[in-house]
């Protein structure tokens, strides 16, 4: 699958705008129509809000099984409304958020010492238990490979050395772009 266009980028981040804000007033969604090319292919995708600066809501889905440009609408208003870490936003909240939208790769197993810190998101998983952070989670916090690991075993809800004994490791990468001073730049891209 090939990286998004900017373009593209920016029409997924005005698609993921106007769901959000019609989601948050709970109006009739007035959106454009289905898009052709990437944007229409099934790939997974998550929507991170941020106001302040600060973590507002994340919601996604690691394989989608509808289009790209419909799973980001509807990651939009989930992660405004029904991240259960945080309250539901509120419409007077609207302008001070950003939107952040990770495109991602399909998953891949890999091995601990094969994990490129900044570029890999991780999916861990033993039994029923998962735990997934974007590539993105590891730089902001400053961790390496070892950290990341604990870090998505704790997500899952698994002991921090999960990893070491036997539980699944997959990785992704993520197009990552978004909304505010970077607009539309990519903030990383790797495949």
């Known amino acids: ?18 769901a959000l804000e019609a989601g948050v ?15 229409s292919e099934c790939r997974g995708a998550f ?4 106001k302040h600066g600060r973590l507002r809501g994340c919601v996604g889905f690691i394989e989608a099984l509808t289009p790209l440009y419909q799973t980001v609408r509807d990651c939009a208003v989930a992660a405004a409304l029904r991240d259960p870490r945080f309250e539901p936003v509120r419409p007077h909240e609207l302008a001070e958020l950003r939107l952040e939208i990770s495109v991602l790769s399909p998953l891949v197993d890999i091995l601990p010492e ?8 991780l999916l861990i998983s033993e039994g029923a238990w998962r735990g997934l952070l974007l590539p993105q989670v590891a730089l902001e916090w400053n961790w390496d490979r070892e950290q990341f690991l604990r870090a998505t075993c ?7 050395e999960a990893w070491r004994r036997g539980a699944r490791i997959q990785a992704f990468t993520a197009q990552v772009f978004g909304e505010g001073v970077r607009e539309p730049r990519a903030l990383r891209s790797a495949s």
């Open 25 to 39: 007033r709970g109006s009739e969604r007035m959106l454009d129509g289905a898009p052709a090319g990437s944007l």
């Open 47 to 50: 929507v991170t809000l941020h």
């Open 1 to 18: 699958m090939s990286p998004l266009s900017e373009s593209e980028q920016l029409q997924l981040l005005e698609s993921a705008r106007q």
């Open 114 to 121: 094969e994990i490129d810190v900044g570029r890999h998101g």
């Open 154 to 160: 704790e997500k899952a809800g698994l002991p921090a």
